[in-house]
């Protein structure tokens, strides 16, 4: 896993992983692109922001927030 920078956004990609990036891009959250979709429309995970008309990014601090949740469950 990577680092998570202190602040700022992230991309789907960099949530969920992409292995055909150059370099590949591990994931964040070990699920995948629909099931982290999903989990935004029913509440499980955290919203996202819009940045523009083609750009949807969460904030690294909500999924700071959801990793310990997630860590808290186990």
């Known amino acids: 896993m990577s680092k998570l920078p202190e602040s700022g956004f992230l991309r789907l990609s960099h ?3 992409d292995p055909n990036a150059t370099p590949p ?3 964040i959250i070990p ?3 629909s099931t ?3 989990g935004v429309r029913t509440g499980r995970f955290p ?3 819009k940045l523009g008309v083609r750009t949807t990014a969460w ?3 909500d999924i700071r ?3 310990e949740q997630l860590k808290g469950g186990e």
């Open 65 to 67: 927030a959801l990793i």
């Open 47 to 49: 919203q996202p922001v």
């Open 25 to 27: 891009i591990y994931p």
């Open 31 to 33: 699920v995948s692109r």
């Open 15 to 17: 949530i969920v992983g």
């Open 36 to 38: 982290w979709l999903k």
């Open 59 to 61: 904030r690294v601090e």
